[in-house]
């Protein structure tokens, strides 16, 4: 409020002054006490001011200077990644050499466990198989003499009943036994 009227007086005062006389010519002297109210105000806003203005500025110098470290700061860390970017191309092709003598190592490596592991189940399955022929043939062979005996066996007894001469062999031959 102070500020307020302390302004509108030294506006009044410069309006009052101003106003002057009649006179059709002016004089150089008419203008001191305009001058005098310019500079007062100009002094007093610049007073005024003065601080504020500062600080205005503090605060500018100070946000560019943020933003310069900032700025820098990226600029460091994006020269950084350049260079290892840069560092990456170089090497493309010494990576891709690797890679390919990698893989072809894997490969081989691959087809030689693939061969040994084939080889390890073909023998394998030979032997399952030879053992499997070898219990199927002696099965056969059981089941051929068992038919052998049984059919030997049953032609015996037919021959056996056929004839009676072979009857009272037999006979005497099991009372014989016991």
């Not at 690797?98 to 190592?105: A, G, H, P, V």
């Amino acid at each position: 409020m102070t500020k307020l009227f302390i302004i509108l007086t030294i506006l009044s005062s410069n309006i009052i002054l101003a106003a002057g006389s009649e006179k059709a010519a002016g004089h150089v002297s008419d203008l001191v006490y305009p001058a005098i109210n310019f500079i007062l105000l100009f002094s007093f806003l610049g007073w005024k001011l003065k601080k504020p203005v500062a600080n205005m500025f503090n605060k500018n110098a100070e946000d560019v200077e943020k933003t310069y470290k900032y700025a820098e700061e990226k600029d460091k860390e994006a020269t950084v990644k350049l260079n290892s970017l840069k560092q990456k191309i170089e090497n493309v092709d010494q990576d891709c050499q690797k890679i390919l003598t990698n893989t072809q190592e894997q490969m081989q490596a691959f087809n030689k466990y693939q061969e040994r592991e084939t080889d390890e189940m073909i023998a394998k399955f030979k032997r399952d198989s030879d053992l499997k022929l070898d219990y199927e043939k002696n099965i056969l062979v059981n089941e051929m003499n068992s038919a052998l005996i049984d059919l030997v066996i049953d032609k015996t007894k037919q021959t056996i009943k056929d004839n009676g001469q072979f009857q009272d062999k037999a006979t005497k031959n099991l009372v014989s036994r016991l």
